[in-house]
């Protein structure tokens, strides 16, 4: 069983302070802190360029965080003290490394060529992932023909999409992302246990020619279930019993689906070792494959693979260097957050996705081992396409008294066609917050001297900019495969599981619990005096007399 961060040569211990190299990583840091952004450009000016990598058909600026050469090669030596591609090794080769749960994390397996062999428990699970991605293709081309017939004989013709977490925010977040690859199907999606999210994605649509697809990994999520019963319900008010022609699911309990009613043709089954925000290349994403088409996914699946293939490849690959320059902020130089702002309208939801992927992983206060961990662990991640963020938040990067790295991620040729105001943006944003402008320069163009200190930016503020021609599936698979290894490189420095979470297990137990006392009006809960009183406030207002 390979635990995060205990890879490297003879350091057992968990703790990331325990690396050799972390004193050396602390002390730069402390020598550097007064040295400015703009310092480091004028003291090298091949900085862009020694500071720019390729990563397929994405180009990624990291210039404008504050490191030099030697930070890199710092950061990179902590990355093999603390065992970084022997965990990348050992996670695409089939080991246990999900150490909670004892199982392996095998999300790069969904999208390994077809002739690859990865085995578990010495058998070879790519075959089986083919024959999934075929079955899949197979009945979405046919969705996409009008082939897939209705119980009273109409082609489906919409398809809705139900889950939540890794099974929606992922897929509902490709789909939009590749809007412009799609084709006549309609596909929606709705993840919320409120009942309005459900209302609102059935909307207009005819039970006769409607497909709902319950996307659940165990088939016993509340939220899904619940969403699955009132869809189910509204088929049967339109179609009458043999709603099962029109029901489809992806999860990893075939057999839970077919109990609940799903033919056993339309159940497509992905893996336990898939864990829910690493899924997008699994059958979750049905209702996006529908939409785009298999080329098209399997378009995406390449884009992925050859991120993979990067990783595996390369110590001192691009998806390792941000995670350690996210380590680097969040430990070293105390940043809390970290903003991503797509100049994209198509990938408006991207930083909605990478709040699961990388809070779910990287919220975690205890090393693999149970031990407390030393300092902050994950950052909160958070953002929105730009340029509506400009109006919103980048006042708090501008000039807030906390310093926010930030992703900015940008197209040459975004879906709605060239836009250089657009790009400039971009651009201008990176540059503002990495340069700021000094008190001289405010007085320079005539500002009264009360106003100079409100128009003063410090600069100082790093961020990375991501850059490809144009927001392909392929692209968007480098994309997501970038911040999913980028992820989990951050895990194996701290030295935690990035593959369980625990942390949303209490909640859920514990309503459960209220909503089966609130459902009883002769029950007298037993909580706090807070919960007790909210309690009794709700049934007074649910049913007022």
Known sequence: MVQPGCLGGDNREMSIHSAAVWPELVALNADQVDLSLVDRFVADPQRAESLSFALGDLWVDVAKHPIDAATLDLLFRLAKQRGVPKFFAAMTSGEVVNQTEGRPALHTALRASANAVIEVDGVNVVPGVQD??????????????????????????????????????????AA????????????????????????????????????????SKTFTTAETLAAAEQARAWLFAGVGDEVSAHLAAATAFPERAVTWGVSSDRV???????????????????????????????????????????????????????????????????AASRAVVPYSHALRRFPDHLQQLEMESLGKSVSVDGRPVEGPTGAVIWGAAGTDAQHAFFQLLHQGPEVVPVDFIGFAQPAGGVNDALMANLLAQAEALAFGRSEQEVAATGVSPALVPHRTFAGGRPSTVILAQRLTPSVLG????????????????????????????????????????????????????????????????????
Not at 187 to 196: E, P, Y
């Open 478 to 545: 480098q994309l997501v495969a970038l911040y999913e290894h980028r992820t989990v490189t951050a895990a194996v420095l701290w030295g935690i599981n990035p593959f369980d979470q625990w942390g949303v297990e209490l909640g859920k137990q514990l309503a459960v619990r209220i909503a089966d006392e609130l459902s009883d009006p002769e029950s007298s809960p037993n909580h706090d005096g807070s919960t007790n009183s909210l309690m009794a406030r709700y049934r007074e207002w649910r049913n007022p007399s």
């Open 132 to 173: 999934t991605l075929e079955q899949l293709a197979s009945f979405t081309d046919a969705l996409r023909d009008g082939k897939v017939l209705g119980a009273t004989g109409h082609a489906i013709r919409a398809v809705v999409s139900l889950g939540i977490g890794g099974s929606h925010l992922g897929p509902a977040m």
């Open 176 to 215: 939009e992302a590749l809007a412009e690859f799609s084709g006549d199907l309609e596909v929606r999606w709705a993840a919320n246990l409120d009942r309005a999210d459900l209302t609102q994605a059935l909307a207009g649509l005819d039970p006769a020619s409607t497909l709902i697809v319950v996307c």
């Open 268 to 334: 497509f089954a992905f893996p336990e070792w898939v864990g829910g925000r690493f899924s997008l290349a699994s059958s979750v994403s049905l209702g996006l494959m529908a939409a785009i088409g298999a080329e098209r996914f399997g378009e995406m699946l390449a884009g992925m693979r050859l991120v993979d293939d990067q990783v595996a490849a390369e110590e001192r690959s691009v998806p390792v260097l941000l995670g350690l320059l996210d380590v680097w902020h969040r430990q070293v130089r105390g």
